[in-house]
């Protein structure tokens, strides 16, 4: 437990590697407070895609902390995540310009397909750079990167892992934890919601009712985002030394590849 200047009371919230704690202050007021948040906390709530920003501070050592609304409710489990509600928020995220300029006001660069490959191998824990089968992957994506346009790219989420997904009491969705954005293919967030929750005989209705054209070019980039996303998530349990989660993403992933091709037509 905490205690700031201001009296505010801070427990730690599991599962966020101690940047994360439910602030209650003197008179039981409680807030949620996150370290190293984005600065565009108050634009994401202005759209209703994260929860009401309350407010955001430098720390002494030069973090940036916030604090925002604290809603009672529950991160959606992995039978929730064909939600319609979901489609919805993602599409408000993707077709934001007010975020896409912030972003690019604080310096965010655009990043392309390669781009993306060179950040997860930059990251890459020991474990995932010494490991020959996902990096046999990452070499494969690199040499068939789909097309990338810059007018085209928006802002991104970058881990739309079911946990990152809260559902409150009073019916709305909201898109937490806000350490992975990036500036890229919305398709980045489309293919991991596909490859993670959706099955194939339903990509179809999926992406016609969030706005994509369903062919061979939308459905040959759900593949390479797809296995990428799958990369990103290997590593981040990696992290966390989670080898049960490791093995189940890993072999996800080999079913993933081995299906390639397998759609609705």
Known sequence: MHLTDDGLHLAPIPGFSGKAYKGV????????????????LAALAKEQIAPKL??????????????????????LERNDMDSKQII???TRLHRSKLL?????????QYETPADLIKTWQSEAVLQ???????????LELLQNQPKFKED???????????????????GMIYLTDWDTVHLTDRMFDVAHILS?????????EWLTYYGYKYNALVLSKVEWYGQLSF??????????????????EVYALRHFRESRGNYES
């Open 231 to 248: 990369l990103y998530q290997i590593n981040k349990c990696f992290e966390t030394n989670n080898i049960e989660k490791i093995n189940r």
């Open 25 to 40: 202050y003197p008179d039981g007021e409680a807030v949620f407070v996150k370290m190293d948040t984005t600065p565009i």
């Open 100 to 108: 896409v300029n912030q972003l690019l006001q604080l310096g965010y």
């Open 54 to 75: 309350i407010w955001s501070k430098r720390t002494m050592t030069g973090a940036m902390m916030s604090a925002q609304e604290w809603l009672d409710g529950d991160v």
């Open 128 to 138: 995932v750079r010494e490991n020959t089968y996902l990096q046999s992957i990452a």
């Open 88 to 90: 919805s928020l993602l």
């Open 196 to 204: 993670h929750y959706i099955p194939r005989n339903r990509w179809k």
């Open 152 to 170: 085209h790219a928006t802002i991104v989420h970058g881990d739309i892992h079911h946990a990152n997904w809260l559902a409150t009491k009073s």
